[in-house]
């Protein structure tokens, strides 16, 4: 990095400073201390920014960390009352410009397909559809399955579950029916949304039909105790409007009478008014799947209060939110970037926001700047893939546009390498907009270490350094806190408002995952690196997770579903870089004696992962495998097949395999294709 450059993100600072709500280093150094030394005090500070029905009864953060004293536990303003519905729709009602205010400018798959919802729009759609949820018997503490392309039924329903005390459990469209299958039964949903179908470019989802075969599956089995799928017609409301005649096959899908209902006939004749209702601050607010080490997705759950205040104030502090901006987080609303950055965070903060339903590259490349100029778009959060995918297609067709409204820009879900970075930075941003490289889990609800814009110099490809609340260590595999510059596991010493309660149905899970290791700390399953001045630098996960375009994956689930195959004796998946997911999947396969892998064998392979788990999880790679490299115990020994994989001959070690010779003979069959 040149003194000019950086003297020139200087500049940039500066400008932001004025107006920042944190403006400088030492404001945040005081901030953070405060937050972490005496968080009674500062989360109770922050606290009366919100609406609660009763106060807390006892203390503010009452927890347990440390399963050798007993439960893992934590409360957030336990005792007192509130609604998130409520706090993020009806509390700032008496706002001069709420009524007219725009929470979402909502842009469809074709970019004439757009239109527009104000809060109090926004609030009488959610009121109506808890309506329609309470008279279907949707009770506090129920579940509600959600699987819906990014249309504003999606927040509706979801908003509409946070204000009659139900819990939502998303599952992202790209997910298959087996996938929705298990998540419904694992969380004993009793009611599903969807829709009809949905265009992701040229491509026709056809999600009724996969939610369908979900439901039949499901039928057979325990935890089974769907009520009503209700299906909103988002292609066929087009059809009837006259356009798009094209998608005629696609019309109303009610084919199972006894629990298909329709969502625009259930709202029709819903009231606009729904009293909330008032939940104890640690009542459950949604569950999240996100993949787990075992292969089994991990229903990730999260409560309430605490939920609420640190996706407000984090989306306040990280984009620095200002009342005139229109901020974009392009995520999907199925992953928690989407939860906490297209919902929560910024309708607490009543923000106008973008969500968008299509791709990011359709029908032009240029769709993502298109959209930045015709919004004016001021805070931008996407994700190192998004960037990569469009550095492919240059400068030019970012220079067709206007993007002058940027101010602050964000990223996510994965490391983001240097060139990425540059390109985010000058390219897109002009050079003139920080990059809030943001590093968090589904677990933990909102950012843990990230910049603030106008507070903390940045260092690309560093997440600089923790959130307000947020105390984290590095360890060494003893389990010993290492001071100044260090690398090894990161952890976290204390909780934060918005952590993970539990794993849903699986406590014991829950404290194995996080806290059973290192006792006293939570776990995030990262490495990291503290460097001389303190910036932490996530190096790459400690296990067998793969991070695929930002969504983490696990091998032993892409494996479970190969292994589904009548072909296959044994397979073992790692990880593999890919110039723009990032990593992708690399499967070495052995097939059953006399099998060969021809190319049929492989597409169908492919098949079976998509499948079984959804088009994310694709193989890019499968290699015949003879045999695979084991040790003595039996162990697959995948630090050597990620070697093979990138035909790095230095593998260190490998006296503990039973057999050397394997590896040879892998890499000499090994994909010419991956670099
Ligand atoms: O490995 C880390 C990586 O993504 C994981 C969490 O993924 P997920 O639960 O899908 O939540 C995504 C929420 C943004 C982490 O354990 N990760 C996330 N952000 C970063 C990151 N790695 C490096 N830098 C980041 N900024």
């Known amino acids: 990095m040149t003194t000019e450059s950086v003297s020139a993100r200087e500049l940039v600072y500066r400008r932001l400073q004025p107006n920042a709500h944190v403006p400088d280093l030492e404001t945040y150094k005081r901030m953070h201390r405060e937050s972490v030394e005496n968080p009674e005090g500062f989360w109770g500070e922050i606290a009366k920014g919100f ?26 303003m336990k005792g007192a009352t509130t609604n998130i519905c409520y706090n993020l729709l009806d509390r700032k009602k008496q706002e001069s410009d709420w009524e007219e205010k725009i929470a979402y400018y909502w842009e469809g798959n074709e970019p004439h397909d757009c239109s527009t919802i104000t809060y109090s729009q926004l609030l009488k759609e959610v009121c109506k559809f808890a309506n329609v949820l309470r ?25 509409a579950c946070a204000r009659i005390g139900a819990v939502h459990s998303v599952v992202f469209a790209g997910f298959s029916a087996e996938s929705l299958c298990d998540r419904i039964l694992d969380s004993q949903c009793m009611l599903l949304v969807t829709a009809d179908g949905f265009y992701r470019g040229e491509k026709l989802i056809q999600l009724k039909q996969i939610a369908d075969d979900a439901l039949e599956k499901c039928k057979r089995k325990k935890g089974f105790v769907m009520k009503k799928c209700i299906v909103v017609h988002h292609l066929g409301n087009k059809l009837r409007s006259g356009q798009e005649q094209a998608h005629c096959k696609v019309l109303p899908l009610l084919c199972n009478p006894d629990i298909d209902v329709c969502w625009d006939v259930l709202m029709k004749g819903a009231s606009e008014q729904c009293e909330p209702e008032w939940v104890d601050a640690e009542h459950p607010l949604f569950i999240l799947y996100t993949s ?36 974009w987080c392009t995520a999907d609303i199925g992953w928690i970037t989407g939860h906490s950055y297209v919902i929560y965070g910024p309708l607490t903060n009543g923000a106008t926001s973008i969500i968008f339903e299509g791709l990011l590259v359709y029908p032009h490349m240029g769709r993502l ?80 270490i990230t910049p603030l814009p106008a507070a903390i110099p940045l260092k690309p490809g560093s997440a600089t350094f923790p ?32 952590i993970l309660r539990t794993i849903y149905g699986d406590d014991e899970r829950f404290e194995m995952t996080y806290f059973k290791q290192f006792p006293g700390f939570y776990l995030t399953g990262d490495r ?76 169908e392979l492919k098949n079976k ?52 010779a394997v590896v040879e003979v ?10």
């Open 51 to 76: 609406y609660w029905n009763t106060p807390p009864t006892g203390a503010i953060l009452d927890y347990n960390f440390d399963v050798t004293k007993g439960k893992v536990y934590v409360n957030f």
């Open 135 to 159: 008279s279907l018997g949707v009770q506090r503490g129920d579940r509600v399955a959600i699987y819906l392309p990014v249309i504003p039924e999606m927040i509706y329903s979801m908003l």
């Open 292 to 327: 787990g080490s075992t292969g089994k997705p991990k229903g990730v759950l999260h409560t309430v209060a605490g939920y609420l205040i640190y996706t407000a104030i984090s989306f306040k502090y990280v984009f620095d939110y200002h009342a005139d901006d229109v901020y």
């Open 369 to 448: 700047y298109e959209m930045i100029e015709k919004y004016k778009v001021t805070k931008l959060y996407t994700a190192p893939t998004v960037i990569r995918m469009l550095m492919k297609f240059g400068e030019e067709p970012v220079r067709k546009f206007n993007l002058k409204s940027l101010k602050i820009l964000g990223c996510a879900g994965e490391p983001i390498n240097p060139e990425a970075w540059t390109w985010y930075y000058n390219v897109i941003g002009d050079g003139q907009c920080p990059i809030m490289d943001t590093f968090w889990q589904t677990e933990t609800g909102g950012p843990m």
């Open 467 to 498: 959130f307000f609340g947020v105390l984290p260590a590095i360890l060494n595999e003893h389990g010993e806190e290492l001071q100044g510059e260090a690398e090894g596991y990161l952890v976290f010493k204390q909780p934060w408002p918005s």
């Open 528 to 603: 990291c690196r503290r460097d001389g001045d303190g910036y932490y630098w996530i190096t790459g996960r400690i296990d067998d997770m793969l991070n695929v375009s930002g969504h983490l994956l696990s091998s032993t689930e892409v494996e479970s579903a190969l292994a589904e195959h009548s072909a296959v004796a044994e397979v073992a998946v790692v990880s593999h870089p890919h110039p723009v997911k990032g990593e992708c999947v690399y499967c070495f396969v052995t097939l059953k004696d006399g099998m060969e892998l021809t190319q049929s064998i492989s597409d």
């Open 609 to 660: 992962v998509r499948e079984k788990i959804g088009p994310i999880a694709t193989p890019d790679f499968i290699q015949n495998a003879p045999g695979l490299p084991k040790t003595r115990s039996g162990k697959i020994m995948r630090r050597i097949l990620r070697h093979i994989a990138c035909n790095e001959k230095e593998l260190g070690d490998i006296s503990t395999l039973i057999d050397p």
């Open 666 to 675: 892998l890499f000499s069959q090994r994909c010419q294709a991956a670099a």
